[in-house]
């Protein structure tokens, strides 16, 4: 499974090496797409670690991961991920 969430995060040119509102952004795309595709917490950490090169994310990505996830999950943002405007806006 991380090595399909590499690949999205690669193919959207997702950037997790950014603060603030953007960084909150591609954690709201990647847990999103992650809920539809029944990865784990652990699978996006990974997944995010491998792609920006880092042992241990920041701990400012650290808790936006956390609270995303937890968010996206609660609230089945994976479900917009079956309509048609999610495979016009990304590569999945």
């Not at 040119?13 to 591609?26: H, K, R, T, W």
């Not at 595709?37 to 650290?62: D, H, I, M, N, R």
């Not at 999950?73 to 991920?81: A, C, I, L, M």
Request: charged share 30%; with cysteine.
């Amino acid at each position: 499974m991380k090595e399909k969430l590499e690949k999205f995060i690669r193919e959207n040119q997702l950037n997790f090496n950014s603060y603030g509102s953007s960084l909150n952004g591609a954690y709201t795309v990647l847990c999103g797409y992650a809920d539809h595709v029944g990865a784990s917490k652990k699978a996006v950490k990974e997944a995010v670690q491998a792609c920006t090169g880092v042992e241990q994310l920041p701990q400012e990505s650290k808790k936006e991961l956390d609270k995303v996830y937890k968010f996206t999950t609660t609230f089945n943002y994976g479900k917009w991920w079956t309509r048609e405007e999610a495979s016009r806006l990304y590569k999945i």
